[in-house]
């Protein structure tokens, strides 16, 4: 290829944006709460505050660790993110060093998953690329879920438009931050529309995270959102991917007749967590194969006793899993009892 498709150029000069506001970090943002630096002076974050700070881009960790992006898209938008003859694709692989590829359409479905799968950077710069190819041409909107737009202000012709990330709600803790820190400072330091939908993608157990504004501004986000995401990358285990398939929409969270999706809560002591969970993890595995439900669990927090696990799937399989946890939960404590009266 010799002369490249997009006139977007993604550079250094990108993050000043990002300097700015690091340097700032002590005033107030929009909605009236402290804003809070995404880095400390050694350029890492302060890992007691993980939950609230930004991952900064000036560190090197994660920077060569690969990501997965599934993004929603039309049919109709397919057909301009793929190009004659796959162009437009086909150059975005070539320019960004990345893995792209989209769904075939289903008969009687209007959705469609394009895959992007590189280094968190290089990701970034192909979604960015392909936001622009979106911005570029004229889409018709829609008014069903999942296509619908969750933000109430329009894109601007040839200025903004928006991506539809799937995000397996395993990982939304991260995302989110800690009372929606992380996800306010995105927004606030970024300059783009951020909105989660609350219901979970038809026979699956992951949301839809919708993110709207300029091809740049979606560069500069995406980067950080793919530092927030590979931080939790170990909970997407046992994710229930959503397919699309041919059906009528009628707005409702799940197609007719598929079983719906549970979620449901359970707070352990942080003493107890590691015993739950098990040797490289073999216990919580155990308990997620058994009872086929996806388990997320949130972070240690400084000053918080418990940690949250977060169980979705089916009704049958979040109740299996809690009580294969509370199982666990009696032996581990009858195990301690047992040791405290030997010694």
């Known amino acids: 290829m ?13 993050l000043a944006k990002v300097a700015d506001s690091a340097s700032s970090a002590t005033s107030a943002s929009s909605d009236g709460q402290p804003a809070v630096s995404s880095s400390s002076s050694n350029g890492r974050s302060d890992p007691q505050d993980q939950s609230t700070t930004l991952p900064s881009l000036q560190s090197k960790v994660n920077a060569s660790a690969l990501i997965n992006y599934r993004v929603l898209v039309s049919a109709k938008e397919s057909g301009c993110l793929i190009g004659q003859n796959g162009q437009v694709i086909d150059s975005i692989r070539a320019e960004t060093n990345t893995k792209a590829g989209i769904s075939r359409l289903q008969p009687g479905s209007h959705e ?9 950077d290089d990701c970034a710069k192909a979604l960015s690329y392909f936001a622009q190819a979106l911005c570029n041409s004229t889409i018709e909107t829609y008014n069903f879920f999942p296509l619908k737009q969750l933000s109430s202000n329009p894109c601007i012709e040839h200025q903004t438009t928006i991506l ?3 995000i397996p709600n395993s990982q939304m803790g991260t ?3 800690s009372k929606g820190l992380r996800i306010q400072q995105i927004q606030n330091k970024y300059n783009i529309s951020m909105i989660a939908s609350k219901s979970f993608l038809p026979g699956s157990n992951e949301r839809l995270v919708e993110l709207q504004g300029s091809v740049n501004d979606l560069y500069d986000a995406l980067r950080i959102i793919s ?3 590979i931080e939790d ?6 994710t229930n991917y959503y397919i699309p398939r041919g059906h009528h929409y009628n707005n409702s969270s799940s197609p ?3 079983n ?3 979620t449901a809560s359970i707070s352990f002591p942080n003493d107890i967590v590691g015993a739950l969970i098990g040797k490289n993890g073999s216990r919580i595995q155990g308990v997620r194969k058994i009872s086929g439900a996806t388990i997320g669990i949130s972070e240690e927090v400084e000053g918080k006793p418990e940690r949250i696990f977060t169980l979705s799937g089916s009704a049958h399989a979040v109740e299996k899993a809690k009580e294969l946890l509370y199982h666990n939960l009696e032996r581990e404590e009858q195990r301690r009892s047992e040791a405290e009266e030997k010694n």
């Open 256 to 258: 007719r007749g598929a």
């Open 2 to 14: 010799t002369e490249s498709l997009f006139d977007t150029k993604f550079s250094e000069p990108t």
């Open 233 to 238: 990358f170990s909970s997407i285990v046992g």
């Open 260 to 262: 719906p999706i549970t």
């Open 164 to 166: 539809r990330l799937l």
């Open 112 to 120: 469609r998953i394009l895959t992007v799968s590189g280094t968190l």
């Open 227 to 229: 530092r927030c995401l």
């Open 175 to 177: 995302l989110i931050g």
